[in-house]
């Protein structure tokens, strides 16, 4: 069953510079797919961020196109501080880690 309107769910990729963060985009563009085939608009998987800066840069990016929730896709270890900064960003909506 399709709704009229999609929910609007928008990816953060989160990984570490050290890691294999092309494996963490494969789980995550499955991921959306998965949830695409449910009927949810999930948008495109960005590379992963791999600093604060870049988690805050990826998590505004994702607000841009106006999500109802958003999921930060933990593709790798990271750094704790990374994923908080995106958090911190996203907080005022739905999340799911």
Same mark, same amino acid.
Request: hydrophobic residues 50%; contains cysteine; charged residues 25%.
């Given at each position: 069953?399709?709704?009229?309107?999609?929910?609007?769910?928008?990816?953060?990729?989160?990984?570490?510079? #050290?890691? !294999?963060?092309?494996?963490?985009? !494969?789980?995550?563009?499955?991921?959306?797919?998965?949830?695409?085939?449910?009927?949810? #608009?999930?948008?495109?998987?960005?590379? %992963? %961020?791999?600093?604060? #800066?870049?988690?805050? %840069?990826? %998590?505004?990016?994702?607000?841009?196109?106006?999500? #109802?929730?958003?999921?930060?896709?933990?593709?790798?270890?990271?750094?704790?501080?990374?994923?908080?900064?995106?958090?911190?960003?996203?907080?005022?909506?739905?999340?799911?880690?």
């Amino acid at each position: 069953m399709r709704l009229p309107i999609p929910p609007r769910v928008r990816f953060v990729l989160l990984g570490h510079a #050290d890691y !294999q963060n092309d494996l963490g985009k !494969q789980m995550a563009r499955a991921s959306a797919h998965r949830l695409a085939e449910a009927g949810l #608009d999930c948008g495109t998987i960005g590379e %992963a %961020a791999v600093t604060k #800066d870049a988690a805050i %840069a990826a %998590a505004r990016a994702a607000l841009r196109e106006d999500p #109802d929730a958003v999921i930060l896709y933990v593709g790798t270890w990271l750094e704790a501080p990374v994923a908080i900064a995106a958090l911190r960003e996203v907080e005022h909506l739905p999340v799911a880690v």
